[in-house]
């Protein structure tokens, strides 16, 4: 049979060539990923070090974060203040917020968490890197003084949240000793904050920013904040009061902030970024639109597009009692707050059954009896330092230190003017304080301010007497509830004990 | 002189056959082995004269052995070797001659130079006549019986139809027969092939080629890189034939699959044409890398996992199931060990068709069909008057829910009287209710839905060659158009491939697929579905009188929930209508696949052959998207994009087959593999152009504009042994060693080695069994071996950064900032490097047995198996302080236990009536072993909007379901009790309210009182069908069934409790009520007022059912009566699929669900069973034609 010859050498040679010719390729199973970056080949250029920076800013956006159904992270610092009230019952884990019987396992404590450390690691990057970069110096030293605000605006929200927190402040590799991090005390977190707003504050920021960027008066404006608070609880380092009316003092007398006239402007698309708004979370077309909108919106349709609320974030109706009257912060449409608008947007009006939070809400978007809405997405920001709250860290630390003067008098009074209201004739050391802490609360509302008031203060608003009780044992009037001391802290997020074996939980929540 | 088996031709016929059929070169050198032998045996060649008168029979054999060297052996007991015959024979062959002198009543072999002549089975010796002269004078047919490749097959049965007169054919496949009757027909059969029924006709020389049968247990089935006869395996595979699959015509080969291989379980999502079905062999293996099976079509790898644009789509769902001639499912160890690392989670193995030498064919099949909601497809709303009366007791229970604010007049507009004078409907109150407030519509949304369209689908088949090229081409139309408006899916598809025997030692081939589907998608979102079910009924879908004061123009006259007080847009906060959404928006998908490949087969000894194969498949697709302008509140949307998934592979394998003697025969295999897949994608994104009239094709006129892309390559490098080794046709035994380096893992962890060794042993063919008339076959085997899994992301081992993952519902980066209006790009950290990462390795024991009785009419088949998967790719959780919350590691282990059995019985088989039946079913269950920590992973299945779902847990099973337990509803007797608990947002708890399980007593209702109550997997899972055949009919009748499965509904949500803004389930006419307490269902109050809505055991359902996949009845024209038309084939058929369904009559709609992208659910390994609103299921009505020439 032919079938049994070989037929010649040529048919050994081809099949040793097909072998060879693929094991030629040696690097067949290198990998090189052409549509991410690596650090290594990164950090190379003033373009890099911005888009780094970006990441840092889009990241300040995860306390507008999705918490489950109809909630969003912020509801954590809503949630519990007891002067909203949460008509949806559909999220268990805002509904153990209202009713004060939360754990670690809810969503809100995970996702801020997360956000906070995921803010520092872009921050780190930034901060160890950017220094190496050849690019013009003056630009580099901002871009390190932003870097530097957010990752201290990052840590001045989780401190007060958690208290000890772990301290990252380079980035982490696998084998990082930082990795499965232990807790650091309060006041090294705040030193370090201190440290690294002190940073910002050389370099050479403008005073006012009008795209969104971290301006000098944030960095003071955020110092004034940090500085209050350390004077009051936990620290109670009271000498910190004379640092923060100092800094609050830079910003009033600087030039470019001020208040609006009216309380409409503050909400208007148009104004973001300008004259009251110091800083604040970016919502932008081609971004992402504002996720808190809904929250505060009623169940009626009264906006174009048909945008209806969650009804997670309702006025407790003590609380929007207890504005004097004649504040115009209470009047329908005029203020905070709203009681009847125009269906869909600009039509008839139509009473809404109840006040609603107007605070927030987008005309330019939604549309009113004046203007028709654009109906494409609500991007209002959201205020983390608006000019009315320098005004009263001013006021009340000034206060602390020597008692009521020309100067924080006047702040007040720059507040109170525009609600309408006048200023008592005769104020005490104590009187005045507790006109500034109900100004706080009254002007600030809805803003994820009055809680850390409430911890730092050990005080809190009774709506119905129009007193301060103390923090431990006041009752919620949305929920009933009374606060408890192991409240003044959350817990830490139960999954991260479980990864990190290092950390310890806060009391009251194992 | 009695003798026995002196020598079984079968094993030698059975290779040879195994080879011809398969056209599998590997064994061509064992058909030229054969070859030899065959021509070496002269005395079969050698012609003989025989010229006696009146001469006894053993005389006549006498002379023929001193003639010739031929020895007779025989028993003088099996035929009268004393009759005394008359014959002239001139240059026969040997087997012609004892065909005649023993009238074609006896049996003969040949071995070398020795005749063996044996009792025919078929005549008793009783019916023996004796011989008369004039017999020989009676007609005579002499013929040829052969395989499809002109093989001639020994022993076939030719019996005169309608008479006791048959005959076998001998070592050459020739036959002679004298014929009883005029007008005769033969019926030709054998064993393995199909049985064929010829009109004799005038001709005295007939020829005949018999098709194999697939339902044989002979049968040769595919493996990898190789063919196997079954009885050889030493492997777990499962195989459908091509006669399965066309019983039910469906659009994918995924859908043919489904319930037809036991530990294959096959769940299509939903009814979309064309849609995704889910494959997963023995359970699932992996938490968080890929879990499907691979595909390999015709020796050629697919890439595995969902295509870009795919909605779960994979490449196997882009060619068309009518080409298919077989499909092979490997499960176990061994013998998916031979893919290494792409075997992990089984692999399916597709056979197309092939042209045979020396016939060419046309074949025609043509199909059209209609479809309908299927059983329960749809869940039950109210209608209007039903809505009416719940709207009313809804509001007037607000007084019991919420004292404070009724009395305080919050709730005074939702008053249903109020509501309907809203201002949002202006005069269109009117249109909708009469004076007295009675609805006038009643509008059932899913009805206005649906379409009614023809669906067809037809295909042309030529194919033809000579003894040296083979061709085979078919050209394939299918338009399904699906239930709901708009939604088809166009596949246009062409498959080319030929062979070619260039010489004594080259062989060529190759195919070449190409394929262009076209799709509009109307189950992009769940907003259609969740619209439709939550739509007033009381709305009509346009009105009659005009626009609604409330919605701008262009909303044309569509009606909205929106326009009716305190209504809510189902599917977003938007106004919305679902027939306006299935008219207007766009969802289009184009996809061009192209498969091509080309191999050779080199001989280079006749036991030694060197394939090579070089394949490619590239899968182009394009997408357009479009929202148009009421979808987004006046802003219109379009998105374009493309992606371009490149795989090519070559192969290099040796395989060196050799008899070393009778008793023992090896088949090796020794090659190398090559894999390499590029991926391109790219998107252009427009919002807000000026018309609706760009629909997606102006980008450049949009106001708002982004753009992205990414690429990736992944490769593949393997080295793969395999040794089949048979001894004595008793024992197998088979080891298999692959090594695979991957591009995904680390510089010191690419490579890996995966062994296997399987052993199998025919007890049948012992001496003690070999005579058992009622076992047939049996077989025990067991295999051990490992595989691997790299299904992970490209680069996963990498530190990354980039601009983030998209933000949810839009084509915006993460990192990516806003300052003022303006955004701009971030660059941040995505991955943290591991360098560690390594292969995730699964380990399965398998053993199995195969039964066959009562000479094969019963057919067992079970298996028993063992998979662990270790060192698991888990993207396990690290401490979000670090910035990250996973890293892709290898930690975590789970195993899967199951059985599988499978059935076939031919019940009745006589001449014009048979009856088989086959059944199968599967059990499987999962356990996490190990996780990276030790504690639970929560919600990776979590329903957005509750806040909890599924748990992967050390101890369970994937696919948990954790949640609240529902334990009814307060009772009126029980309010003290109630008001203790705290879970209605501050609200005192009330009779009325949902009771739930307080599970650590403290009376707070939250996430320490979940737990586990409920699994989204099967218990067992099977199919029963049946399948008659009585004359020219056929009918088929397929059960599908699934038991101890569980659905979490999630639709019982909204559908239970947004009591006010929408419509609702019909389970709440049987809501709580003083006198109705015994219920799940609270009592009916207003959204607003305090309902409490959770995940809990009441939305958790038992989905066990019973379905009717198919019933098929079929005609097959005679072959005499169609002769006149020229044709060979001719079959008509109607089919009824998804015709009836059995389950709890709880469950609002289909039980059967896979787990929808939507992010409702998460769309991983642990969401199964979670349903969230989805394209309905149909049942199809088919007429279809089959035709041949």
Redesign the interface.
């Known amino acids: ?4 010859k ?2 010649g050498i040529n ?2 040679l ?2 040793s060539l ?2 060879l010719v ?1 094991l030629g ?1 040696s690097d ?12 290594d080949s ?1 950090y190379k250029s003033n373009v ?1 070090a ?10 300040t956006r995860f306390m507008g974060g ?1 918490a ?3 909630s969003s992270n912020w509801h954590l610092l809503e949630a519990v203040t007891g002067q909203s ?9 805002l ?2 917020l ?2 004060l ?3 670690s ?3 809100h404590v ?1 996702n801020i ?2 956000g906070t ?2 803010l ?3 921050a ?2 930034v901060i160890e890197k950017v220094p190496g970069i050849y690019m013009p110096e003056n630009r580099k030293k901002q871009i390190l003084g932003e870097a530097y605000f957010l990752r201290a605006w990052a840590y001045f929200n989780a401190v007060r949240i958690w208290g000890d ?2 301290l ?1 402040t380079s980035p ?3 084998g990082s000793e ?4 232990a807790r650091t005390s309060q006041s090294e977190v705040y030193n370090q904050i201190v440290s690294d707003l002190k940073f910002s504050e050389s370099s050479g920021l403008p005073f006012t920013d ?4 971290v301006s000098m008066a944030a960095v003071k404006s955020l110092l004034a904040k940090v500085y209050i608070t350390m004077a009051g609880n936990p620290l109670n380092k009271t000498e910190y009061y004379v640092d923060a009316a100092t800094k609050a003092k830079e910003v009033i007398d600087g030039s470019g902030a001020d208040l609006f006239d009216t309380y409409g402007e503050i909400h208007e698309e148009s104004n ?2 300008k004259v009251e708004h110091i800083f604040g979370i ?7 639109s504002n996720p808190m909108a ?1 929250s505060f919106l009623p ?3 009264i906006t ?5 609320g969650w ?1 997670t974030n309702v006025p407790e ?1 003590n609380f929007y009692n207890s504005f004097e009257d004649g504040d115009l912060r209470k009047v329908n449409r005029k203020g905070w707050f709203f009681t009847d608008y125009f ?2 947007g600009s ?2 009006l ?2 809404l ?2 006040p609603y939070v107007y605070k927030h809400f987008n005309v330019a978007n939604y549309g009113s009896d004046v203007v028709e809405g654009k ?3 609500d ?1 209002l920001n959201f205020s983390i330092i608006r000019f009315a709250e320098v005004l009263l860290i001013f006021a009340e630390a000034s206060n602390e230190i020597s008692g009521p003067n020309a100067d924080s008098l006047n702040a007040v009074k720059r507040i109170r003017d525009r609600a309408g209201l006048t200023m008592p004739s005769s104020l005490s050391k104590e009187s005045f304080q507790k006109l500034i802490w109900k100004e706080r609360w009254h002007e600030l509302c809805y803003e994820q301010i009055t809680w850390f008031d409430m911890v730092r203060l050990r005080k809190v608003f009774d709506s119905s007497s129009g007193d301060f009780n103390n923090f431990v044992g006041h009752t919620n009037l ?4 009374s606060l408890q001391e192991k409240h003044l802290l959350f817990p830490i ?1 139960a ?2 004990l ?3 074996p290092n ?1 310890t939980q806060n009391p009251g929540y194992n | 002189m009695k003798l026995n088996h002196l020598l079984s031709s079968n094993w030698q016929y059975n290779l040879k056959k195994l080879a011809k059929i398969m056209k599998i070169s590997v064994l061509l ?1 064992v058909i ?1 082995t054969f ?2 032998f065959a021509h070496n045996n002269i005395y079969s060649q050698d012609k003989i004269s025989v010229n006696v008168k009146n001469t006894e029979i053993r005389n006549i054999l006498d002379n023929i052995e001193s003639s010739t060297e031929l020895r007779f052996f025989y028993d003088n007991d099996i035929y009268d070797f004393k009759k005394k015959i008359s014959l002239s024979l001139k240059e026969v062959t040997i087997s012609k001659a004892i065909s005649l002198i023993f009238e074609n009543k006896i049996e003969f072999r040949l071995k070398e130079n020795v005749v063996i002549l044996e009792k025919s089975q078929l005549i008793e010796k009783d019916n023996v006549v004796d011989i008369k002269q004039e017999d020989i004078e009676q007609r005579i047919i002499t013929g040829i019986i052969t395989d499809d490749n002109e093989n001639p097959l020994p022993g076939a049965t030719i019996i005169e139809v309608g008479t006791s007169n048959g005959t076998t054919s001998d070592f050459d496949g020739n036959f002679s027969i004298s014929l009883e009757n005029e007008d005769a027909s033969l019926q030709i059969s054998f064993i393995g092939f199909e049985t064929q029924t010829i009109a004799v006709g005038n001709s005295n020389n007939i020829s005949v080629q018999l098709t194999i049968d697939g339902s044989s247990l002979d049968e040769i089935v595919v493996i990898g890189y190789g063919s196997q006869k079954k009885s050889d395996l030493t492997g777990a595979v499962g195989s459908i034939k091509e006669s399965q699959i066309i019983e039910r015509p469906v659009a994918t080969i995924n859908q043919a699959l489904a319930g037809k291989i036991a530990g294959v379980q096959v769940n299509a999502a939903n009814g979309r044409p064309g849609g995704k079905s889910k494959v997963r062999v023995r359970g699932i293996s992996s938490i968080n890398s890929g879990n499907d099976p691979l595909y390999v079509v015709d020796g050629v790898q697919l890439p595995q996992g969902p295509t870009t644009f795919g909605l779960s789509n994979t490449a196997i769902d882009y060619i068309n199931p009518s080409d298919i001639v077989s499909i092979e499912v490997l499960k176990d160890a061994s013998s998916t060990a031979i893919y290494g690392a792409r075997g992990a989670n089984g692999v399916i193995l597709v056979t197309t068709k092939k042209g045979k030498s020396g016939e060419s064919r046309v074949t025609y099949n043509s199909e059209f069909f209609v479809s309908e909601y299927g059983p329960n497809a749809t869940p039950k709303r109210l209608n209007s008057e039903q809505f009416q009366m719940i709207e009313q007791l809804a509001y007037d229970n607000i007084a019991k829910f919420d004292p404070t ?1 009724w009395a ?7 008053e249903p009287s109020k509501k309907r004078a ?3 409907l202006g005069d269109l109150v009117n249109e909708l209710f009469d004076s007295s407030g009675k609805a006038k519509y009643d509008t059932d949304w899913y009805n206005e839905l649906r379409q009614r369209r023809m669906s067809q689908n037809h295909q042309i088949g030529f194919s033809g060659g000579d003894d040296k090229k083979t061709f085979n081409a078919s050209i394939g139309l299918r338009d399904e158009r699906g239930l709901l408006i708009n939604s088809y899916m166009k596949r246009y598809s062409t498959r080319f491939n030929f062979e070619n025997q260039v010489n ?2 080259l062989k060529v081939g190759g195919t070449v697929d190409f394929s262009v589907r076209q799709e509009n998608n109307q189950d992009t979102g769940p907003w259609v579905f969740e619209s439709a079910t939550h739509a007033f009924p009381f709305l009509p879908v346009q009105y009659a009188t005009g626009n609604s ?3 701008p123009p262009w909303f044309l006259n569509y009606a ?1 929930n ?1 326009e009716y ?5 189902a599917g977003g ?3 919305y209508n679902p027939v306006m959404d299935l008219n207007y928006r766009k969802f289009m998908t184009d996809s061009h696949n192209f498969t091509g490949s080309f191999f050779t087969n ?5 036991d030694l052959e ?1 394939r ?1 194969s070089v394949s490619s498949n590239i899968l182009n697709q394009g997408r357009k998207i479009f929202y148009p302008q009421f979808f ?4 219109n949307g379009a998105i374009q994009s493309n992606a371009r998934n490149v795989f090519y592979s ?1 192969e ?1 394998y ?1 395989t060196y087959s050799k008899e070393i003697d009778d008793n023992n025969s090896i088949t090796a295999l020794l090659g ?1 593999s ?1 894999q ?1 897949t590029d991926l391109t994608w790219f998107q252009g994104d427009g919002y ?1 152009t000026p018309s609706d009239g760009y629909g997606p094709n102006n980008l450049g006129a949009a106001s ?1 504009k ?1 753009s992205s ?5 992944e ?1 593949l ?1 393997s080295f793969f042994t395999r040794i089949n080794y048979n001894l004595k046709d008793k024992y197998f035994f088979t080891f298999t060693a692959r090594a695979d ?4 893992f680390g510089k010191a962890n ?1 490579w890996a080695f995966f062994p296997s060794a399987a052993a199998a042993w025919r007890l049948s063919k012992e001496d003690f069994l070999s005579n058992s008339d009622v076992i047939s076959n049996l077989k025990l085997r067991a295999s051990y071996g490992q595989t691997g899994n790299s299904s992970i992301p ?2 996963a ?6 601009p ?1 993952s998209l ?2 519902g ?1 084509n ?1 980066p ?17 991955t ?3 360098t560690g990462l390594r292969w995730e390795i699964m380990t399965q024991f398998d053993i199995g047995l195969e039964l066959g009785l009562l000479n094969d009419r019963l057919n067992i088949e079970m298996d028993y198996y063992n998979r662990e998967t270790t060192d698991m790719l888990l993207n396990a ?9 996973v ?1 892709r590691q290898n930690i975590g282990s789970m195993v899967n236990k199951g059985f599988e059995l499978s059935l076939n019985s031919i019940n009745i088989d006589r001449p014009d009536f048979t009856w088989n039946s086959t059944f199968n079913i599967s059990m499987n269950t999962n356990e996490v072993l190990s996780l990276a ?3 639970d992973i ?1 919600d990776v299945a ?1 329903p ?5 779902g599924s748990i992967i847990r050390i101890g369970e099973a994937i696919g948990s379901m954790y949640g609240f337990t529902r334990l009814g509803v307060w009772g009126t007797n029980e309010a003290e009790e109630a008001a203790k608990y ?5 609200k005192t708890v009330l009779p009325g309210d949902i009771k739930y399980k307080d599970l650590n007593g403290d009376y ?5 009182d979940r737990s586990i109550i409920g699994n989204g997997y099967a218990d067992a899972y099977g199919t029963f069908t049946n399948y008659f055949k009585y004359k020219s009919f056929d009918l088929t009748l397929d059960v599908q069934y699934s038991i101890g499965n569980d659905l979490a509904d999630l639709g019982l ?1 909204w559908g239970e ?1 947004s009591i006010g ?1 929408t419509n609702l389930y019909t389970t709440v006419l049987n809501a709580w009520t003083p006198d109705n307490q015994n219920t799940m269902i609270p009592q009916v109050r207003n ?2 007022a ?5 995940f809990d055991s009441h939305m958790v359902k038992d989905a066990s059912f019973l379905r009717g996949n198919n019933l098929m009845l079929g005609y097959t024209f005679k072959s005499e009566s169609i002769q006149r038309l020229n044709l060979n084939k001719l079959r008509l058929y109607v089919s009824a699929q998804n015709f009836f369904l059995l389950m709890d009559k709880d469950i609002m709609s289909d039980p059967q669900v896979d787990v929808a992208n939507w992010n409702v659910a998460g769309g991983n390994v642990a969401s199964q069973g979670f349903k969230w609103h989805e394209y309905p299921k149909s049942s199809t009505f088919v007429i279809g034609l089959q035709v041949g020439i």
């Open positions: 049979m032919k079938y049994f070989i037929k048919r050994i081809s099949i097909l072998f693929n390729c067949f199973l290198d990998e090189e990923n052409q549509s991410s970056l690596n650090p990164f890099h911005e888009s780094a920076l970006n990441a840092v800013y889009a990241t999705n489950g159904g109809n009230k949460n008509n949806s019952s559909s999220n268990q884990d509904n153990s209202s009713s019987s939360y754990d396992n809810i969503a995970k968490w997360a450390y995921k520092v690691a872009n780190n990057m927190i772990p990252i982490l590799g696998t930082d990795f499965y991090a009008q795209t969104g960027r973001e970024n970016q919502y932008a077309p081609n971004v992402e809904y169940p009626v349709n174009k597009g048909g945008a209806t009804q109706s269906l869909g039509g008839a139509t009473d059954g109840g109906g494409t997405g991007f949305d929920s009933n509830q997020p999954l991260e479980v990864n990190n950390l | 050198s030229m070859s030899s604010g305080s007049g919050n709730y005074a507009n939702q809203g201002a949002f004594s030692w004061p409330f919605f909205s929106l007080g305190f209504g809510t847009g906060n938007f106004m080199i001989n280079i000894s006749k060197l090579t987004n509140g006046g802003n070559i290099n040796l190398a090559w390499q807000g708002f982004n892309s990414s690429m990736s390559r490769a490098n380096g991957s591009s995904k690419k490209a680069y081992s990498e530190a990354q950064l980039g983030g933000l949810g839009s915006i993460g990192y990516t900032a806003g300052f003022g209006s303006a955004s701009a790009g971030g660059t941040g950290l995505l943290l490097e591991n959780p690290v401490p979000e302080s670090t910035g990250f919350s890293i920590s030790p504690s929560f979590s957005q909007f509750l806040g909890g705290n879970y209605r947002g501050g707070v209702i939250d996430n320490s949500h409790n803004g959204a607003s305090g309902s409490v809505s959770l």
